[in-house]
């Protein structure tokens, strides 16, 4: 089985993937054509948002004991983050072309530096402490169902 790093690392770029798409489509065919592609990247970043609130972090936390740590950090970081997702797709449904490239920007250096945060420290923290539990909490966060 896969290793908690490795399996986050790779859903950082899947979002990534999901998130340059939607920026592509809505440059080369507008921004109404980038509905369905803004859909897919808010949900896909919601569940790996999720998938860390909901099992990551408080496994960890509860074995660790550091809750006003880095995970306290990345949850406000998300709360940042789900509420640019939210103005893109306000941007995205007036069709504000300006705002909407100026808020994927931010988002995208918002981004970056969340996910080198996450993969050079946190992930590598989890890892060490959370090695006997790898598989288990692998397949807690691929059983998970997004909640709305």
Do not use: W
């Not at 440059?27 to 919601?46: H, I, V």
């Not at 530096?113 to 006997?132: D, G, P, S, V, W």
């Amino acid at each position: 089985m896969a290793m908690i790093k490795e399996m986050m690392t790779q859903d950082h770029r899947d979002c990534d993937d999901t998130f340059a798409a939607m920026e592509q489509k809505a440059n080369s065919e507008g921004l109404a054509a980038a509905q369905t592609s803004y859909e897919k990247m808010a949900e896909d970043m919601e569940h790996h948002f999720q998938m860390e609130e909901r099992v990551l972090f408080p496994q960890f936390e509860e074995k660790t004991g550091m809750t006003q740590g880095p995970t306290q950090m990345m949850r406000m970081e998300h709360t940042q983050m789900r509420s640019l997702i939210k103005e893109i797709g306000e941007a995205l449904a007036e069709e504000n072309k300006d705002r909407f490239f100026g808020l994927t920007e931010t988002m995208m250096i918002m981004l970056q530096q969340h996910n080198m945060k996450e993969e050079q420290m946190l992930y590598t923290m989890i890892q060490q402490h959370m090695a006997a539990e790898n598989d288990q909490l692998i397949m807690m966060m691929e059983s998970m169902i997004t909640e709305k």
